[in-house]
């Protein structure tokens, strides 16, 4: 069988767990109760078998649902739409004015002055760090034996390790378990901001997540302004991330950021540099476990390549099974399931106007199980990422990482250091599934298992 080759003996067809969509677009008071508990709840059928849903609950609210590929690159490749207002309101408190929820000038010049970190070539040099990272983790699994672990925390120590060794010069800070801690802490209750926001509630209007989200912002932003403070006494020199934003200068203004901007900025690259990754992973690995047959292909590939020796920079780009497996998990599991626009003017999705002001949901995670797009969409397999499947495909059907000027500025670092984090876990251990774990994949800005992910860990 060839390298690149499908499965010469089709496996059981496994069908991960989903959601149940409503038949129809839900009331509004049914849709708020069930967008608290899960914002995917509220998806209805038609949003992953139409074009395009328009859902107007009173005369002033219009949501849309835009699935089809080029409607999606209207959303997301065009001039006339900018983040919300909502965006800014659930995650301002923690993420302030930083690059992932400015718009115009002021994203611009963040977004050119971050980019170099980012280059392929740069992320390449990384490796070394990443492969320590996930050492050190199969180290712990090792001393603690076979056993269940939640594997969805392990994940989450893993690449917090990663993106602090990378973009840190000094290393894993002091404040890691406290920033761990307090980011789940705080996307834990963002459901609630995030449904406060679609109804145009006023900020003083408190809910159950007020008082939690607002400690959680607090302490995060106190923690990552310590490590700011202490590289500003040390000098603010370094080819780290850190010292690349003390640098940084507004081309226009000539200004650099000030210390509560490099903070927004740092944070927001520490949250999510490391929990859309955590994610990622730890959805992968329950499908390798419910997938035992694509487990071992993955093991045996990185034997192939990579022997006994730690995972390099020149293994990666021959991991392509290893590839396929991430790629098919972040199709059924988008770390990042839905982004939302607004479009600036009136506009036309072939028939369909829409106000200008409009919520336009882009539901990546619809997008990706969506019938008219895929075939058996809920079936886990990776073969649909096959070169030439792959390169068919319109970029705007298959896109963890959104499309356009707003793609994830961090891609080619989540791909390279998914690759290199699953191989050296899935060739250090076997995985295992109760036969009993079914978690409802649950949106909370990012995609997490409901109850955890409890998985039999069994070093090799
Ligand atoms: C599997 C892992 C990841 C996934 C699925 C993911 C997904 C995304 C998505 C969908 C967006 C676009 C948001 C929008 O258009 O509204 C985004 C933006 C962003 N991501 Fe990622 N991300 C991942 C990993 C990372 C990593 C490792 C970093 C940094 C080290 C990172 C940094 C960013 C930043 C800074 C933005 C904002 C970009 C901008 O607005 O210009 N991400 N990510």
Same mark, same amino acid.
């Not at 509004?28 to 109760?33: E, Q, V, W, Y």
């Not at 650099?256 to 903070?263: G, K, L, R, S, W």
């Not at 390549?305 to 730690?310: M, N, R």
């Not at 336009?360 to 997008?367: G, Q």
């Given at each position: 069988?060839?390298?690149?080759?499908?499965?010469?003996?089709?496996?059981?067809?496994?069908?991960?767990?989903?959601?149940?969509?409503?038949?129809?677009?839900?009331?509004?008071?049914?849709?708020?109760?069930?967008?608290?508990?899960?914002?995917?709840?509220?998806?209805?059928?038609?949003?992953?078998?139409?074009?395009?849903?328009?859902?107007?609950?009173?005369?002033?609210?219009?949501?849309?649902?835009?699935?089809?590929?080029?409607?999606?690159?209207?959303?997301?490749?065009?001039?006339?739409?900018?983040?919300?207002?909502?965006?800014?309101?659930?995650?301002?408190?923690?993420?302030?004015?930083?690059?992932?929820?400015?718009?115009?000038?002021?994203?611009?010049?963040?977004?050119?002055?971050?980019?170099?970190?980012?280059?392929?070539?740069?992320?390449?040099?990384?490796?070394?760090?990443?492969?320590?990272?996930?050492?050190?983790?199969?180290?712990?699994?090792?001393?603690?034996?076979?056993?269940?672990?939640?594997?969805?925390?392990?994940?989450?120590?893993?690449?917090?390790?990663?993106?602090?060794?990378?973009?840190?010069?000094?290393? &894993?800070? %002091?404040? *890691?378990?406290?920033?761990?801690? #307090?980011? =789940?802490?705080?996307?834990?209750?963002?459901?609630? !901001?995030?449904?406060?926001?679609?109804?145009?509630?006023?900020?003083?209007?408190?809910?159950?997540?007020?008082?939690?989200?607002?400690?959680?912002?607090?302490?995060?932003?106190?923690?990552?302004?310590?490590?700011?403070?202490?590289?500003?006494?040390?000098?603010?020199?370094?080819?780290?991330?850190?010292?690349?934003?003390?640098?940084?200068?507004?081309?226009?203004?000539?200004?650099?950021?000030?210390?509560?901007?490099?903070?927004?900025?740092?944070?927001?690259?520490?949250?999510?540099?490391?929990?859309?990754?955590?994610?990622?992973?730890?959805?992968?690995?329950?499908?390798?476990?419910?997938?035992?047959?694509?487990?071992?292909?993955?093991?045996?590939? &990185?034997? %192939?390549? *990579?022997?006994?020796?730690?995972? #390099?920079? =020149?293994?990666?780009?021959?991991?392509?099974?290893? !590839?396929?497996?991430?790629?098919?998990?972040?199709?059924?599991?988008?770390?990042?399931?839905?982004?939302?626009?607004?479009?600036?003017?009136?506009?036309?999705?072939?028939?369909?106007?829409?106000?200008?002001?409009?919520?336009?949901?882009?539901?990546?995670?619809?997008?990706?199980?969506?019938?008219?797009?895929?075939?058996?969409?809920?079936?886990?397999?990776?073969?649909?990422?096959?070169?030439?499947?792959?390169?068919?495909?319109?970029?705007?059907?298959?896109?963890?990482?959104?499309?356009?000027?707003?793609?994830?500025?961090?891609?080619?670092?989540?791909?390279?250091?998914?690759?290199?984090?699953?191989?050296?876990?899935?060739?250090?251990?076997?995985?295992?599934?109760?036969?009993?774990?079914?978690?409802?994949?649950?949106?909370?800005?990012?995609?997490?298992?409901?109850?955890?992910?409890?998985?039999?860990?069994?070093?090799?």
């Amino acid at each position: 069988m060839a390298e690149t080759g499908a499965l010469a003996v089709p496996a059981a067809a496994l069908y991960p767990p989903t959601i149940v969509p409503p038949e129809r677009p839900l009331r509004l008071r049914s849709a708020l109760a069930m967008y608290v508990r899960n914002p995917l709840r509220v998806l209805s059928r038609p949003v992953y078998e139409d074009p395009i849903v328009v859902f107007e609950p009173s005369p002033k609210r219009t949501i849309v649902w835009v699935t089809r590929p080029d409607f999606v690159e209207q959303v997301l490749l065009g001039d006339n739409f900018q983040k919300t207002a909502v965006e800014k309101r659930v995650l301002g408190s923690s993420l302030g004015d930083g690059i992932l929820t400015s718009n115009g000038a002021h994203w611009r010049w963040q977004r050119r002055a971050m980019a170099p970190l980012f280059r392929h070539q740069e992320i390449l040099t990384y490796v070394t760090e990443m492969t320590g990272a996930a050492d050190a983790l199969v180290a712990r699994w090792r001393a603690a034996g076979t056993g269940v672990r939640a594997v969805d925390e392990d994940m989450t120590d893993a690449t917090f390790d990663v993106i602090a060794r990378t973009m840190l010069m000094g290393g &894993v800070p %002091a404040e *890691a378990e406290l920033l761990k801690r #307090e980011g =789940a802490a705080f996307l834990t209750k963002s459901s609630w !901001e995030l449904a406060w926001a679609l109804l145009h509630l006023p900020t003083w209007l408190p809910h159950p997540g007020t008082w939690p989200m607002r400690r959680a912002s607090r302490r995060m932003r106190g923690a990552v302004g310590d490590i700011v403070s202490r590289r500003r006494a040390e000098g603010a020199e370094g080819r780290d991330l850190l010292g690349r934003l003390l640098a940084a200068r507004n081309p226009e203004t000539g200004v650099a950021m000030d210390d509560e901007h490099v903070v927004s900025n740092l944070l927001t690259l520490l949250e999510a540099g490391h929990e859309t990754t955590a994610r990622a992973l730890t959805w992968t690995l329950y499908l390798l476990a419910r997938a035992p047959e694509w487990q071992d292909r993955v093991r045996a590939e &990185v034997m %192939a390549v *990579a022997g006994s020796g730690p995972i #390099e920079a =020149a293994h990666v780009s021959r991991l392509l099974i290893t !590839e396929r497996v991430i790629k098919e998990s972040m199709r059924l599991y988008p770390p990042a399931p839905v982004l939302v626009r607004m479009p600036l003017t009136d506009t036309k999705f072939g028939d369909v106007t829409v106000r200008a002001g409009a919520q336009i949901v882009v539901p990546i995670y619809a997008i990706h199980r969506h019938r008219k797009l895929w075939s058996d969409p809920d079936r886990f397999d990776p073969d649909r990422f096959l070169p030439d499947a792959e390169k068919a495909m319109p970029r705007t059907q298959y896109m963890p990482f959104g499309a356009g000027p707003r793609i994830c500025l961090g891609m080619s670092f989540a791909l390279v250091e998914a690759v290199v984090l699953l191989a050296t876990f899935v060739r250090a251990a076997r995985f295992d599934w109760d036969g009993r774990h079914f978690p409802e994949p649950v949106s909370r800005v990012t995609l997490r298992p409901k109850g955890g992910m409890p998985l039999m860990v069994a070093p090799l």
